[in-house]
């Protein structure tokens, strides 16, 4: 099982510009979660997927930010545009159902200028 | 809402000590308990569960029993390696919930 994958593992962006996070699930799982780690909130969970359909966006901190999953096995995190304090890691995660645990990805790590 | 507390950090031991890192929580109803580690660089790991009263979750060495009379599930190893140099996040996840809410992390740093 190849886990969680995502992708860039790093990305360094000045202010303004669109930053585009992505995501491969682990084959069959039918939930998916963005998160955003930070020093001073920690885990946030920012969006989560059942079966492809965003089911809770209510973390989601503004309009800036959009997420999608076009099929079971993809899904993006867009920030447009970034500001300084979108930096962070930002993990994604996929579980089999919401009986079973979250496994997660090794996170991107977002630092805008 | 349903919330966790973790003991501040960073801990530090030294190699073959004993380790307790505690964990709180409030929620309604009876939640899931996770233990989950990240190691420097990397994604979370999940270490252990529990999921209802009295169930001990335990793994590489690591236990961690859920509480429901003190609302808590601390953390132990009853000798902690340079490898187990780590944070630690302990989480809940509501029965009727989907998402995991995480305490803060605690960082442990074991020296040989």
């Known amino acids: 099982d190849a886990g969680v994958i995502q992708s860039p593992r790093h990305e360094v962006t000045e202010m303004g510009q669109e930053v585009t996070l992505r995501c491969k699930p682990i084959?069959?799982?039918?939930?998916l979660f963005w998160y955003r780690q930070t020093m001073m909130r920690g885990l946030e969970l920012l969006i989560y997927?059942?079966?492809?359909?965003?089911?809770?966006d209510s973390g989601m901190p503004e309009d800036r930010f959009s997420a999608k999953m076009p099929n079971a096995s993809f899904s993006t995190l867009k920030i447009q545009p970034s500001e300084p304090r979108d930096s962070a890691v930002y993990f994604c995660?996929?579980?089999?159902?919401?009986?079973?645990?979250?496994?997660f990805g090794d996170g991107t790590r977002l630092s805008i200028l | 809402g349903d919330s966790v507390t973790q003991m501040e950090g960073p801990v530090t031991l030294s190699e073959e000590a004993f380790l307790t890192i505690n964990c709180t929580y409030t929620?309604?109803?009876?939640?899931?308990l996770f233990w989950y580690v990240q190691y420097p660089g990397e994604g979370l790991q999940l270490l252990l569960k529990?999921?209802?009263?009295?169930d001990k979750g335990s793994n590489k060495g690591f236990e961690a029993t859920y509480r429901k009379e003190t609302t808590s599930f601390h953390l132990e190893k009853g000798s902690v390696q340079v490898s187990d140099s780590a944070v630690y996040f302990c989480?809940?996840?509501?029965?009727?919930?989907?998402?995991?809410?995480f305490g803060k992390g605690t960082s442990l740093l074991v020296t040989p």
């Open positions: 995660a996929s579980s089999l159902d919401v009986r079973q645990p979250q496994h």
């Open positions: 084959s069959g799982h039918d939930y």
């Open positions: 997927f059942n079966n492809n359909v965003p089911i809770d």
């Open positions: 929620a309604t109803g009876y939640p899931s």
């Open positions: 529990a999921t209802k009263a009295d």
């Open positions: 989480a809940l996840k509501a029965n009727s919930g989907y998402a995991l809410n």
